[in-house]
């Protein structure tokens, strides 16, 4: 073992101790460096003398834009600073204010939309004409009026919109696309059938399809000439100029041309049937239109609406006739003459334009009485004109039903096969 060290008081007087720091292996710090003077804050811009403010007149003339808060922030100081000294303009400021709280600014400043359609409809209904318009013309008159109405309201870019007709065809829907303008030359087309009836032009020309020709051939055509390059706006024009002329001659004409007959194709109405059928596509069309350019639009009134219900009803009878022959409905029961009660249902129309038919099931020439009634169908007004217009399948028509199921079945698919392109 080591011998024992000597302690460090036996050599002498021990030094003063060293002042410990913190920290036991502290370094040497830095001198600090001598304090700086601090800054003198800048001096103050001189501010420029405020503006005078705006004289008499000018702030007078502002008080009506500070009534409706259409002043800059400016002016609206520069006002309110001159109210609270003028006792005259604070006067009339608040009189003012009083006018703005009755225009009632919450609404909107828009036009409604159906206010072109009600005026129409009051003049239409309220101011007599020198040579009235017939009564079974009148619906077609107020249709095309009201079309006329949205389209002039539409924008040229609005004219390719895409439409789609429907209509129900060989027990199934069917449909077309098209836009604005086809659906319109559509119209222009189809109503030829009756310009050509009545001696006038035919839009279409000397080319259109003639004779046993239908509704659908004349479309093709008319829609072959817009794929070749005519304006699509351009056909509002040539319908709104034959519609007038087809209202014009049948005014001057009178009663005399009510049993003019009018080929569909295969079928002919008489002109007076011809036109209510014309005011009924008008009027399904139109909504076509406004559906596809979101446009508020409204139904026919309700005198016009029964004269088209009331066509659609007369026609069932031969629609299921149309039905036999094609094999699509079972044969009549029985055999009944012309003129002779058979079987019968009873069509109930409710809500506006309404009322009660009752149809012959048999034969077109049988008549329908209510002692030799077999069914009831009861539908809304709107639901049997979508469904007369080929919009609602037969099996989805909400009716109220009683009596034989075939009968009934019968007469809603005849009352969808109405409905053509």
């Not at 149809?359 to 169908?377: N, Q, W, Y």
Request: hydrophobic share 40%; charged share 20%; glycine share 8%.
């Amino acid at each position: 073992m080591p011998s024992p060290r000597t302690a460090a008081e036996d050599n002498g007087t021990l030094p003063d101790a060293t002042p410990q720091t913190t920290e036991p292996y502290a370094r040497e710090l830095p001198a600090p460096e001598p304090e700086r003077p601090a800054p003198e804050p800048p001096t103050a811009p001189t501010s420029a003398p405020a503006p005078a403010p705006p004289p008499h007149r000018v702030l007078k003339s502002l008080l009506g834009a500070w009534a409706l808060a259409a002043c800059s922030a400016e002016e609206t100081a520069a006002v309110e600073d001159h109210l609270t000294d003028c006792a005259p303009c604070a006067d009339e400021a608040l009189r003012l204010r009083d006018a703005v709280g009755l225009l009632h600014p919450a609404d909107p400043l828009d036009l409604d939309p159906l206010l072109r359609s009600r005026v129409l409809e009051g003049c239409l209904g309220r101011r007599p004409a020198r040579i009235p318009v017939p009564e079974w013309a009148a619906p077609y008159d107020a249709e095309t009026a009201k079309l006329d109405a949205l389209l002039s309201d539409m924008g040229q870019a609005e004219w390719q919109t895409p439409v789609r007709l429907r209509w129900f065809e060989d027990e199934r829907p069917a449909e077309r696309r098209t836009t604005v303008a086809g659906v319109i030359g559509h119209l222009l087309a189809v109503d030829g059938l009756v310009a050509t009836a009545l001696g006038l032009g035919d839009p279409l020309g000397a080319a259109a399809p003639h004779g046993p020709a239908g509704p659908g051939d004349r479309t093709e055509a008319c829609w072959q000439a817009l794929a070749d390059g005519r304006v699509p706006h351009a056909t509002r024009a040539p319908w709104r100029d034959q519609s007038h002329a087809l209202i014009r001659t049948v005014s001057f004409a009178g009663h005399g041309v009510t049993e003019l007959a009018v080929p569909y194709g295969g079928v002919r109405l008489p002109l007076r049937d011809a036109f209510l059928d014309r005011a009924f596509e008008c009027w399904v069309h139109a909504g076509d239109i406004a559906e596809a350019v979101d446009y508020p639009y409204e139904a026919p009134a309700a005198g016009h609406l029964h004269l088209m219900v009331d066509l659609a009803a007369r026609l069932l009878p031969r629609a299921l006739a149309s039905r036999r022959r094609a094999g699509l409905a079972p044969p009549p029961r029985c055999l009944v003459e012309a003129g002779a009660p058979g079987r019968t249902l009873h069509l109930e129309v409710e809500g506006s334009g309404g009322g009660h038919w009752y149809i012959a099931l048999d034969s077109p020439g049988a008549l329908g009485t209510p002692d030799r009634t077999v069914a009831h169908i009861a539908l809304d007004s709107m639901e049997f004109c979508q469904l007369a217009a080929g919009h609602v399948p037969p099996e989805e028509t909400a009716a109220g039903q009683h009596g034989e199921p075939e009968a009934i079945r019968d007469v809603l698919f005849a009352t969808a096969s109405l409905s053509r392109l």
